[in-house]
T-cell receptor, first 114, second 111 residues
Framework: DTGVSQDPRHKITKRGQNVTFRCDPI?????LYWYRQTLGQGPEFLTY????????KSRLLSDRFSAERPKGSFSTLEIQRTEQGDSAMYLC????????????FGPGTRLTVL | AQTVTQSQPEMSVQEAETVTLSCTYD???????LFWYKQPPSRQMILVIR??????QNATENRFSVNFQKAAKSFSLKISDSQLGDAAMYFC????????FGQGTRLTINP
């Protein structure tokens, strides 16, 4: 399977704990995006990378959130000191070129903060 | 800022019938794409159809077609000959460097 993969698929944590998610994009895609989707809503943009450079961050991405793409391949999204409001589906997507066109989505990581 | 509005939270249609999902958007940019994505229950987002803003001709993909009205900033999706497998959440999205999604329309297909 050469699609976008995400790990883990589900994560349950207690409030105040740190969590880290991983996304592996389609191998030839230079752009990688993170979105957050709460129940019954459309995904909201968090941040994106072109190769290893983080080019834009949403205001939704508080200082408790950090994303990296150190070698321009896989990416990690870390949430520190989780809060119940962080419970959501975290989606990763990738695309080649300048970002115009279809983004290919992974299955998402569902985070539940107790 | 770009916004996307889907005014129909839920729609239902009889199998084999035609249904149209509405979407309006707001942007000041001239170069962008518009998309309809489908998200089946507990499954990942997949592209249904896309439209380049500079193209006047409406996009078509098999049973799926769009009505793109650029001046009105309207981008509706028509599904013909609806099938049970079409049941899903449908999201309209505006895209340039990132995607901006609407709130979604839950489509139910009645057998």
């Amino acid at each position: 399977d050469t699609g976008v993969s995400q790990d883990p698929r589900h994560k349950i944590t207690k409030r105040g704990q740190n969590v880290t998610f991983r996304c592996d994009p389609i191998s030839e895609h230079n752009r990688l995006y993170w979105y957050r989707q709460t129940l019954g809503q459309g995904p909201e943009f968090l941040t994106y990378f072109q190769n290893e450079a983080q080019l834009e961050k949403s205001r939704l991405l508080s200082d408790r959130f950090s994303a990296e793409r150190p070698k321009g391949s896989f990416s990690t999204l870390e949430i520190q000191r989780t809060e119940q409001g962080d419970s959501a589906m975290y989606l990763c997507a990738s695309i080649s070129g300048n970002g115009l066109g279809e983004q290919f989505f992974g299955p998402g990581t569902r985070l539940t903060v107790l | 800022a770009q916004t996307v509005t889907q005014s129909q939270p839920e729609m239902s249609v009889q199998e084999a019938e035609t249904v149209t999902l509405s979407c309006t958007y707001d942007t000041s940019e001239s170069d962008y794409y518009l998309f309809w994505y489908k998200q089946p229950p507990s499954r990942q987002m997949i592209l249904v159809i896309r439209q380049e803003a500079y193209k006047q001709q409406n996009a078509t993909e098999n049973r799926f077609s769009v009505n793109f009205q650029k001046a009105a900033k309207s981008f509706s999706l028509k599904i013909s000959d609806s099938q049970l497998g079409d049941a899903a959440m449908y999201f309209c999205a505006w895209g340039a460097q990132k995607l901006v999604f609407g709130q979604g329309t839950r489509l139910t297909i009645n057998p």
